[in-house]
Each structure stands twice: as structure tokens, then as C-alpha cells.
């Protein structure tokens, strides 16, 4: 029924939190016909025979959803070919992707002459896919102001300026490399944002997908729930919530991805406060609210059309009755 193009398992030292086995497992109770996974494990997936490892995992689960994988960016050009080379050879690499602004793990090309570097380098391999950007500007990030004892300073810290500017960036650095895939901001979360991206679309192929909680939670959640809604980008005020969810009922915006990201409780209400919540669980429920607001054709472009149509993967469409109690699967659950 859907596909979720934004999931972290994170098979490895922090199986923990979530494994691909039990990611799989809960997708198919919430009726995806395939999930993508993402590369900021640890260690992170950089490499050909990492991805072929991974893929390998997914495997053995047997699991009627389909199991795609980004593979992690780097400035080292002999790496940048090794990920190209497993997008080219193995079917379930569905693309790369870049932390143009660290988040989890220590996945990040974050000065500007570095991600110039990756695109042209993208583009003199005839690179032709997705490149997913994680897009917040690091220079833009103010570090000293968060204060976890009032968790909505997590805002201030790394504003939505970040995340236009880093948009702005990564868009012109794809032109000026002349780069023939696509671009795909991640999580886009400020209405700025998704307007540049439009600004973009006739002159090269981008894309933006949102997820539930940019279009439903404002930051006062961080005041009311405190550090379980800490994620990156964090939330915003409600005007730009109301404007995400008004673009994405609008077509203004490719795809929903719910940036599944479990961790342990532990680990967000105490050092080192992680970013991320489990998005999974949520995501039926967040479509039945939907609904009523667009078109059934819309519904089926955000959730799958524009999806399969963007990465050119033959997915069978599986159908069953989503479940909606899968929150209890998880330590906590941030839309509670
Ligand atoms: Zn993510």
C-alpha cells in the first residue's frame, strides 16, 4: 500500500534500538509494500561489500516488504565510486545520501567546498540516481544555546535559516555541477524550504518529502512533552507546521517519509539527548487524518506513486489492513 523512503534500522552496535528483522516486521503491520533504510548506522554504510552485507540481512528475513538502502556520502572520491558502483550493481540500493549537516552518527560533509566536490564528482561518474540530502547548514547551527533543561532551545539551535540556506546550497552546487540525478531534501520542514525547491523544479529534477510530525507538532510540544520530541530538524512554530501541512495537501510536496528513528528512552532524556522518534508506528494514523484532505490520487502519489515513479523500482503494491496500535512496539511513542 505505501512506501515508507525514510526509515533507520540500525543493525550493528546499536541493534537496540531498532534491526532491519524488526523494522520489517512492523512495516508490514502498518501496510508498506517497502521500506528504505539509511546509512548513519555504526558503522555507517560507505562501502560496496557493506551494502552487500546489509542487503544480505534483509535477505534472511524473508519479509513480503520490499527493503531498499541508501548508501552513505563521503568527500573521498575513491568512496563516492564504490557507492556508485553498489547503486549500479545491487537492485536494492535505491540511492546515496549526503548529511550536508551532522545529525545521528558521524556522517557529515559539512563545508560547502566538500559538497560541491561530492555532487561534481557525482556527475563526471554519469551518476544519474537520488541523492538525499540531509539539508541544515552547520555554520548556521548555534551549539551553546541548548540547554536540556528547556528542551525547546533545541529550536534555536538549529533554526529553519539552516535548513533554507542548506537547501539553497545544495540546489545551486547541483547545478553548477551539472548533475543529472535527483536531488531529495529529506525531511523538509520549513515552508521557505519547500518554495526554493519549487523554484528549482524546472530546472532540474528535485524532489522533497515530509514527515508526519513536521506537519503536526509545533514546538510547544518540546514545552508539553519535552525531550521524547527532540528531533532533527527539530519542530517549528505553528504557523510553519499549519504551511507544511498545507503544502503537502496541495501536491507542493513529493512524498511523506517518517524518519523512523528509535532510540532508548534513556538516551533522549538523558546524555546525549538524541534526535529522532519512531515514526513507523504512526504513520497509518497519520494518513486516516489526511484523507479527507486530498484527493485519492494525491494520497496514492505521496504515499507510493511519486516514490516508485522517482526511483524507477518495480514495487508490488501489497494490501492488507494497516494496524494502528503499533506505538506499544517502542519505548515511547513522541505523538502520543
Ligand atoms: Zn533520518
Known amino acids: 500500500m505505501f512506501i515508507d523512503p525514510h526509515v533507520h534500522c540500525r543493525d550493528g552496535t546499536q541493534s537496540y534500538k531498532e534491526t532491519i528483522a524488526h523494522a520489517l516486521s512492523v512495516a508490514e503491520r502498518a501496510g508498506m509494500s517497502a521500506i528504505f533504510d539509511m546509512p548513519n548506522t555504526d558503522p555507517p554504510i560507505f562501502r560496496f561489500e557493506q551494502a552487500a552485507e546489509r542487503i544480505a540481512l534483509a535477505r534472511q528475513t524473508k519479509s513480503p516488504v520490499w527493503y531498499g538502502l541508501y548508501v552513505g556520502l563521503s568527500?573521498?572520491?575513491?568512496?563516492?565510486?564504490?557507492?556508485?558502483?553498489?547503486?549500479?550493481?545491487?537492485?536494492?540500493?535505491?540511492?546515496?545520501?549526503?548529511?550536508?549537516?551532522?545529525?545521528?552518527?558521524?556522517?557529515?560533509?559539512?563545508?560547502e567546498k566538500s559538497q560541491q566536490f561530492v555532487y561534481d564528482t557525482l556527475a563526471e561518474?554519469?551518476?544519474?540516481?537520488?541523492?538525499?540530502?540531509?539539508?541544515?547548514?552547520?555554520?548556521?547551527?548555534?551549539?551553546l544555546l541548548w540547554n536540556p533543561l528547556q528542551p525547546v532551545s533545541h529550536c534555536v539551535v538549529?533554526?529553519?535559516?539552516?535548513?533554507?540556506?542548506?537547501?539553497?546550497?545544495q540546489l545551486s552546487f547541483a547545478r553548477i555541477a551539472d548533475f543529472n540525478g535527483t536531488v531529495h531534501v529529506?525531511?523538509?520542514?520549513v515552508p521557505e524550504a519547500v518554495d526554493i525547491v519549487e523554484s528549482y523544479r524546472k530546472k532540474m529534477s528535485v524532489t522533497c518529502g515530509v514527515t508526519p510530525y513536521h506537519c503536526l507538532l509545533d514546538?510547544?510540544?518540546?514545552?508539553?512533552?519535552?525531550?521524547?520530541?527532540k528531533t532533527n530538524p527539530p519542530l517549528h512554530i505553528k504557523p510553519m507546521v499549519d504551511q507544511m501541512m498545507d503544502y503537502l495537501c496541495s501536491g507542493a510536496i513529493d512524498w511523506i517519509e517518517s524518519d523512523h528513528a528509535p532510540h532508548l528512552l534513556r538516551e533522549k532524556l538523558h546524555e546525549p539527548h538524541l534526535s529522532g522518534m519512531p515514526g513507523?508506528?504512526?504513520?497509518?494514523?497519520?494518513?486516516?487524518?489526511?484523507?479527507?484532505?486530498?484527493?485519492?490520487?494525491?494520497?496514492?502519489?505521496?504515499?507510493?506513486?511519486?516514490?516508485?515513479?522517482?526511483?524507477?523500482?518495480?514495487?508490488?503494491?501489497?494490501?492488507?489492513?494497516?494496524?494502528?496500535?503499533?506505538?506499544?512496539?517502542?519505548?515511547?511513542?513522541?505523538?502520543g
Do not use: W
Open 75 to 111: 568527500a573521498d572520491r575513491e568512496q563516492i565510486v564504490d557507492a556508485v558502483r553498489a547503486y549500479d550493481e545491487l537492485p536494492e540500493v535505491v540511492g546515496c545520501k549526503m548529511f550536508a549537516g551532522h545529525s545521528t552518527g558521524n556522517l557529515g560533509v559539512t563545508d
Open 125 to 143: 561518474l554519469g551518476y544519474t540516481g537520488v541523492v538525499a540530502v540531509h539539508c541544515e547548514k552547520e555554520s548556521l547551527m548555534k551549539p
Open 158 to 169: 538549529r533554526p529553519p535559516q539552516a535548513e533554507v540556506a542548506s537547501v539553497r546550497d
Open 186 to 189: 529529506a525531511h523538509i520542514s
Open 219 to 229: 514546538s510547544s510540544a518540546l514545552e508539553k512533552k519535552g525531550l521524547i520530541c
Open 280 to 335: 513507523m508506528p504512526f504513520y497509518p494514523r497519520f494518513i486516516q487524518q489526511i484523507a479527507p484532505r486530498m484527493s485519492t490520487h494525491l494520497l496514492h502519489d505521496v504515499t507510493f506513486g511519486n516514490i516508485q515513479k522517482k526511483f524507477g523500482i518495480d514495487i508490488p503494491q501489497r494490501h492488507c489492513e494497516p494496524q494502528t496500535d503499533l506505538a506499544r512496539e517502542y519505548e515511547f511513542d513522541g505523538f
